[in-house]
């Protein structure tokens, strides 16, 4: 699917395109096979169905039309798709020399050397190295001592393993690299947990604190209810105490009126 969508984009969207593949995504020969196919020919027998072309290439067919009057046109619709594809795409392979397969894969796939320009590496030089390993480390640490801590260490330990190659550097830089961030998101949610907790203290602290000052305020408003209950109190004796002397004085009235 990924290589229908590669050839679709350049020969059909007219995109320059690569196609980056490293040794270790070459789980079976045969798609190895296939990569020869297409560095040979521009096309892979049997990759399309006839239903896809037809969907495919009349998309093709206004510019096919057009090419028509130069020497050396294709003479399909087809040709043209794979005349598109040459044009516009580019492979691009990335092989260990030292993997066991390699020499049983070149051996087998003759378009890796006589279609292709073939790029040796044998070693970085110790500047190349360093560039390439801060680039890749370089956030992991926050100031310049640091990061050239970790891009010596980082050499220094390619160095110990017995013939690792430039690939084997990148392989442990980006190892090194996707573990640091592993830990950080994993810090970051630990970190995220704990300031969701201190909010919720705060909140809690917070309607700790209200409660309290509205029970103060209720207190205050209990003890001067008391004080008026009290003083209502006060002056309900007063008042029945007046009520028994006015009492005393007409009941004496009432005998001395009987006397008379």
């Not at 096979?33 to 896809?52: V, Y």
């Not at 040459?86 to 020499?103: A, G, I, K, N, T």
């Not at 990061?147 to 190659?165: D, N, P, R, W, Y």
Request: charged share 25%.
């Amino acid at each position: 699917r990924d290589l229908k969508q590669v050839m679709q984009q350049a020969a059909i969207e007219k995109q320059h395109t690569v196609l980056y593949i490293e040794d270790h995504q070459l789980i079976q020969p045969s798609f190895l096979e296939l990569l020869n196919s297409l560095l040979s020919a521009g096309e892979i027998p049997g990759l399309w169905t006839p239903e896809e072309l037809e969907q495919l290439l009349p998309a093709l067919r206004d510019d096919f039309s057009e090419q028509q009057e130069t020497a050396g046109a294709p003479r399909t619709l087809f040709d043209f798709f794979v005349a598109r594809c040459r044009s516009y795409m580019r492979v691009v392979l990335s092989m260990d020399p030292q993997h066991s397969h390699f020499l049983p894969y070149c051996a087998s796939n003759p378009a890796l050397f006589t279609t292709c320009t073939v790029i040796w590496m044998d070693q970085w030089s110790k500047q190349g190295q360093e560039s390439v390993a801060m680039r890749q480390l370089a956030e992991m640490a926050s100031d310049d001592n640091q990061k050239q801590v970790l891009v010596t260490s980082a050499t220094e330990i390619h160095k110990t393993q017995q013939g690792a190659t430039p690939r084997h550097l990148v392989s442990l830089l980006r190892t090194s690299r996707q573990l640091y961030e592993h830990h950080v998101a994993n810090a970051s949610e630990g970190t995220s947990h704990l300031k969701k907790g201190l909010e919720k203290m705060k909140q809690v602290e917070a309607t700790v604190q209200e409660l309290q000052g509205k029970a103060a305020t209720q207190q205050t408003e209990l003890e001067q209810k008391q004080e008026l209950a009290k003083q209502a109190l006060g002056n309900i004796k007063v008042a029945m105490g007046n009520a028994g002397a006015r009492k005393k004085e007409v009941e004496q009235l009432e005998e001395q009126t009987k006397a008379d």
